[in-house]
């Protein structure tokens, strides 16, 4: 039926297989590496929702800048959808309350696999 050969080639391959999926499972983000991505992300994007205090900040500075990037990460958390498949996440955010404020910001769907986030797509659900 089989050779030697080929019965070995054929463990490899399987062991090979199991590792990488194990590999992936043990590195698919959590929803709270996605709020902290997300987070950074709109930061970027969206300056003036980057709320920083500097050493030289007053302690209210400080304080506000705090309450400023606790809010984003709650917001996050509570608008972001996640779907475990195990090996990789699906991650939806909805971003109506932030566009009732007046935010221009689309919906986002954003993949997650191996420890890294990739955007599949945006669109703008008013």
Do not use: C, H
Request: aromatic content about 12%; cysteine-free.
């Amino acid at each position: 039926m089989f050779s030697n050969g080929e019965v070995v080639k054929r463990i490899i391959l399987i062991v090979t297989l199991l590792i990488g999926v194990f590999g992936l499972n043990v590195t698919n983000p959590t929803k709270s590496d996605f709020v902290d991505f997300a987070a950074a992300q709109i930061k970027r994007n969206y300056p003036d929702l980057d709320f920083k205090a500097d050493e030289r900040s007053s302690g209210l500075e400080k304080m506000i800048a705090g309450f400023g990037n606790m809010m984003i990460t709650s917001y996050l958390n509570e608008a972001t959808t996640r779907r475990d498949y195990w090996v990789f996440s699906l991650y939806e955010v909805d971003m109506k309350l932030a566009r009732d404020f007046g935010v221009k910001a689309k919906n986002m769907k954003v993949l997650g696999i191996g420890g890294n986030f990739l955007p599949i797509s945006t669109e703008s659900t008013q």
